[in-house]
Nanobody, 121 residues
């Protein structure tokens, strides 16, 4: 079982920036050998893929809606994945979650508590 703890959310004006963090841990979990991703869920909507970073070569993948504005990164020494969000828009308002990923689909059996991002217009 992997424990995921997201942080860094908050209230920001449109055009602003936030940096989210997700710390992952588990007795048998090897962070450095897992592709990690971010997802988000707005009220009344399904959870959607945002970004992923490959464990093997650090390659990244983004949803079209955030491409050019968000940057995913990871620090294997800290078992942490980050999401730098710039040029935020009101439509980015959602609870953000991290998880292990294959393609654009989560592979972890559970989710953390998430971190809320609210962008005001």
């Amino acid at each position: 079982q992997v424990q995921l703890v997201e942080s860094g959310g908050g209230l920001v004006q449109a055009g602003g920036s936030l940096r989210l963090s997700c710390a992952a841990s588990g007795r048998t979990f090897v962070f450095s050998m897992n592709t990690m991703g971010w997802f988000r869920q707005a009220p009344g909507k399904e959870r959607e893929f945002v970004a992923a970073i490959n464990w093997r070569d650090g390659g990244t993948l983004y949803a079209d809606s955030v491409k050019g504005r968000f940057t995913i990164s990871r620090d294997n020494a800290k078992n942490t994945v980050y999401l730098q969000m710039n040029s935020l828009k009101p439509e980015d308002t959602a609870a953000y979650y991290c998880n292990t990923v294959r393609g654009i689909s989560p592979t972890g059996g559970s989710w953390g508590q998430g971190t809320q991002v609210t962008v005001s217009s």
